[in-house]
């Protein structure tokens, strides 16, 4: 079955305005990880929050995860038209190391 | 480049075909994965290998058939498909239970079954 799912599944916005994306996931997890997907085309990673982190920093990326409450966010600050993709979640589950996707969420910048 | 390639970028390929993906890495990368992406699906992972081992099928039907010759070649035998197996065909890497850097995605291969 499906681990992560993303929210909301399309989100527009301007430039210089922030992004935030969330994801839920179902079960035990060694890391979360965000990727990005521009069309039609490879995934790239973004960034990785093990399973003892709160919170983690990469230039305009944020993430957050709340294991309790099983969820991360992802928040792109000051978002430019070059940031419009898709962007997926990944959850390695516990004591595996193979990455589970979630839905993504399509993301359009404006300018 | 993202250090995994993936040949061909596009197959168009009949029902009664027989053609391979093939995926190349030289990362150093001990561990590499198909994945399939198709229009509104999340990605589903299909073959895992581990230093040349297979150690995931998530239930993919026998129509694929992948084989890892070494650690840095991936490949995907397709024969007798079906046009729902017409999807995005991805191939990743990493380093298998080191978490830094997360997977390493090729660009991926277009397939359309005819």
């Known amino acids: 079955s499906q681990q992560g799912e993303e929210d909301p599944q399309a989100l527009s916005i301007q430039e210089g305005e922030n992004a935030t994306m969330n994801c839920s996931y179902k079960t035990s997890i060694n890391n979360l990880q965000w990727y990005r997907q521009n069309s039609g085309r490879g995934l790239v990673h973004l ?3 093990r399973s003892n982190e709160r919170e983690k920093h990469s230039g305009r990326l944020r993430v957050t995860l ?3 409450k099983k969820s991360s966010s992802l ?3 000051a978002s430019r038209a070059a940031d419009t993709a898709s962007y997926f979640c990944a959850t390695a589950p516990y004591n595996t190391d193979k990455l589970i996707f979630g839905t993504g969420t399509r993301l359009q910048v404006f300018p | 480049e993202t250090g995994v390639t993936q040949t061909p970028r596009h197959l168009v390929m009949g029902m009664t075909n027989k053609k391979s993906l093939k995926c190349e890495q030289h990362l150093g990368h001990n561990a590499m994965y198909w994945y399939k992406q198709s229009a509104k699906k999340p990605l589903e992972l299909m073959f895992v290998y581990n230093f040349k081992e297979q ?3 998530n239930s993919v039907p026998s129509r694929f058939s992948p084989e890892c010759p070494n650690s ?3 490949f995907l035998h397709l024969h007798t498909l079906q046009p729902e197996d ?3 065909y991805l191939c990743a890497s ?3 239970f080191f978490e830094g850097s997360g997977y390493t995605f090729g660009s991926g291969t277009r397939l359309t079954v005819v």
């Open chain 2, 94 to 96: 990493s380093q298998e």
């Open chain 1, 47 to 49: 960034i990785l929050i």
């Open chain 2, 55 to 57: 150690t995931e099928n």
């Open chain 2, 72 to 74: 840095s070649h991936l």
């Open chain 2, 86 to 88: 017409s999807a995005l």
């Open chain 1, 75 to 77: 928040l792109i600050t």
């Open chain 1, 66 to 68: 709340d294991t309790s």
